[in-house]
T-cell receptor, first 112, second 111 residues
Framework: KQEVTQIPAALSVPEGENLVLNCSFTDSAIYNLQWFRQDPGKGLTSLLLIQSSQREQTSGRLNASLDKSSGRSTLYIAASQPGDSATYLCAVVDTGGFKTIFGAGTRLFVKA | NAGVTQTPKFQVLKTGQSMTLQCAQDMNHNSMYWYRQDPGMGLRLIYYSASEGTTDKGEVPNGYNVSRLNKREFSLRLESAAPSQTSVYFC??????????FGDGTRLSIL
């Protein structure tokens, strides 16, 4: 059974710091891995999607990497801003393309 | 552009009551999903519909039924609500293998 773990559960950093969020999964038979952002009381917003054949994806200040063989992904946020404060969730999609397993998320607080 | 719309946003039920959560998307996506989110547990897939006319169980389907009414709409029904079903319910849509787009959720309390 696929399990997804995110470490740390919560993180507080000063504005401007670069940071890394970690995601690990137990079954390497995935089709893709997605990173989402969730603001309080809101739904999820897709940030990056990495296909299983890819090693990384970048969008602005965000960079996500994937090491499928070791079951790990990282989300790198450069020059963090108070507006980055949110919960970040990773999710893996199985090879069928539909069943999605989420981690519990990392709650990020960026201090001004 | 509304994206994914869920109704209602909040609901309080008594144990044993039934209700249907509604979801509609305007992005012409083939696939739709229902999740529940509980504190500290992330999202768990209840049911999904790969395309109009099909539905399949996810990780936690017990106590729920779904209907894919048409390409736009996917409803989730609780036939006899239980306190363990108190949660925030999210609907999402996507094309296969593509990022999922989420609604803002329905906050459901069962007393």
């Amino acid at each position: 059974k696929q399990e997804v773990t995110q470490i740390p559960a919560a993180l507080s950093v000063p504005e401007g710091e670069n940071l890394v969020l970690n995601c690990s999964f137990t079954d390497s038979a995935i089709y893709n891995l997605q990173w989402f952002r969730q603001d309080p009381g809101k739904g999820l917003t897709s940030l990056l999607l990495i296909q299983s054949s890819q090693r990384e994806q970048t969008s602005g200040r965000l960079n996500a990497s994937l090491d499928k063989s070791s079951g790990r992904s990282t989300l790198y946020i450069a020059a963090s801003q108070p507006g980055d404060s949110a919960t970040y969730l990773c999710a893996v999609v199985d090879t069928g393309g539909f069943k999605t397993i989420f981690g519990a998320g990392t709650r990020l607080f960026v201090k001004a | 552009n509304a994206g994914v719309t869920q109704t209602p946003k909040f609901q309080v039920l008594k144990t044993g009551q039934s209700m249907t959560l509604q979801c509609a998307q305007d992005m012409n996506h083939n696939s739709m999903y229902w999740y529940r989110q509980d504190p500290g547990m992330g999202l768990r897939l209840i049911y999904y519909s790969a395309s109009e006319g099909t539905t399949d169980k996810g990780e936690v389907p017990n106590g729920y039924n779904v209907s894919r009414l048409n390409k736009r709409e996917f409803s989730l029904r609780l036939e006899s609500a239980a306190p363990s079903q108190t949660s925030v319910y999210f609907c999402a849509s996507s094309e296969r293998y593509q990022p999922q787009h989420f609604g803002d959720g329905t906050r459901l309390s069962i007393l």
